[in-house]
């Protein structure tokens, strides 16, 4: 029995930086959501995210104010900072 997130956790909140004023596909949703069961640190970001912006759950016919998606890529690049090894930065 082999669990494989499928992803590591600096490109999983790349990821989903890069989605943030986006629709998620639900592929990615679901490669999130696998991974969050393994992983608390994400588990706990991608939670706030999703109470913050919606993250995966409400379709948005509307883009995001921008100090809310300030704020979540500010959340994001902290955790990235903690989680990433520094190879990984630019
Ligand atoms: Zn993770």
């Known amino acids: 029995m082999t669990q494989d997130p499928g992803i590591d956790c600096a490109r999983l909140l790349r990821q989903v930086s890069e989605y943030l004023d ?15 069961r393994e992983c608390q640190a994400c588990a706990d970001v991608i939670d706030g995210l999703r109470r913050t912006v919606g993250l995966c759950r409400e379709p948005r016919d509307r883009p995001l104010p921008a100090a809310i998606t300030a704020k ?12 990433a090894p520094r190879s990984l930065k630019p």
């Not at 986006?22 to 969050?36: M, Y």
């Not at 979540?72 to 989680?83: F, G, S, T, V």
């Open 22 to 36: 986006q629709e998620l596909d639900t592929a990615t949703c679901r490669v999130i959501d696998a991974h969050c």
């Open 72 to 83: 979540a890529q500010e959340a994001i690049r902290r955790l990235l900072d903690e989680i």
